[in-house]
């Protein structure tokens, strides 16, 4: 018998929004108790004491089209990269004066163009070049009834655009990592949609810094447990980009030598988290099913590859 497709009754629905909004916050870390679960660890006998630190040169360039909005977008997209790409401590941005010869469009064009080629800073060993394309900001008519039941006619205005990323390695003149980005809104007038186009730009810059933190940082540990397991202390912050919303990933090392010849050790996944509180070295995250979950002291931790906030986490509040 074929499965019936489940959907969620309205009623539910709605009484799952107004227990969001009456407050589902997780407790604070400080206020949780430290019961015997929390003191379990997890021993791996491979494991290095600190974290591996390695600094990554990276340069920054952001090409924008000749129009006054892809002007200003270009200019927010490009000052949201260096912030959130200078926020991962194994990230290093060189000199921009250093950028002179990358600005020439035909070296980016060859590039864009099949993910090969040169550039030639002497102190980068990997290039971000980002680009706002096809910028598109319409006003157009609607007509509708008025409270009064009048009708009457409305301007509104409609914006879109796409935000492409990429990532090359220098020694290799290889790209690592090509995303483009669909946006679209609406606005009241031409000057708001500009405003929240710069703004989704931004955004958009933040989203492609975590992939590439979840690439590069090297993994933390948990050092603390409360609650049963519910909240984790981990030995990275602010520093490697934690902040409160960002999906990290619990894992331990397995071997699979006695399985496969030839097998190393590889991380598999024990448990997700959401990072509630964080500081420059240290973040508290919250474990995502943590009745359920065996998240110990011991365990590693890395940004999640996955930054999306799925419909049930969402309604669960496990995401802000």
Not at 123 to 147: F, V
Not at 252 to 258: F, L
Request: proline residues 4%.
């Amino acid at each position: 018998m074929k499965n019936a497709k489940k959907t969620i009754p309205a009623a539910l629905a709605a009484a799952g929004m107004l227990w969001l909004a009456a407050g589902c916050a997780a407790p604070k870390p400080g206020q949780l108790p430290v019961t015997d679960r929390d003191k379990a660890v997890y021993t791996d006998q491979g494991a290095m004491a600190q974290m591996k630190e390695t600094k990554f040169r990276v340069a920054i360039v952001v090409r924008g089209d000749k129009t006054d909005e892809g002007g200003r977008i270009s200019e927010a997209l490009d000052s949201a990269l260096v912030s959130s790409i200078g926020d991962f401590a194994f990230f290093t941005i060189v000199e921009r004066s250093n950028l002179d010869v990358l600005a020439k469009e035909q070296q980016l064009e060859e590039l864009s163009g099949n993910g090969r080629g040169q550039f030639e800073i002497p102190t980068a060993d990997y290039l971000i070049a980002a680009r706002p394309n096809a910028i598109r900001i319409e006003e157009k008519q609607s007509q509708g009834l008025n409270l009064r039941g009048q009708m009457e006619t409305k301007t509104v205005v409609q914006a879109s655009m796409s935000v492409d990323f990429r990532f090359y390695e220098k020694a290799t003149k290889r790209l690592i990592l090509s995303k483009n980005i669909d946006k679209s809104l609406t606005a009241s007038s031409p000057e708001e949609a500009q405003h929240k186009l710069a703004e989704t730009a931004q955004e958009c810059a933040k989203g492609f810094a975590q992939e590439l933190g979840s690439r590069y940082a090297p993994p933390a540990r948990v050092v603390e447990l409360r609650g049963g397991g519910r909240m984790a202390r981990i030995t990275m912050g602010s520093n490697y980009g934690l902040v409160p919303g960002v999906k990290v990933e619990f894992f331990e090392y397995v071997d699979h030598s006695d399985l496969i010849q030839g097998a190393e050790r590889e991380p598999s996944p024990v448990g997700y988290g959401i990072v509630r509180e964080s500081e420059l070295n240290t973040a508290w995250a919250e474990v995502i099913d943590w009745e359920k979950s065996y998240v110990m002291r011991g365990h590693y931790v890395k940004i999640a590859a996955d930054q999306s906030k799925g419909f049930r986490e969402s309604l669960t509040g496990f995401l802000p």
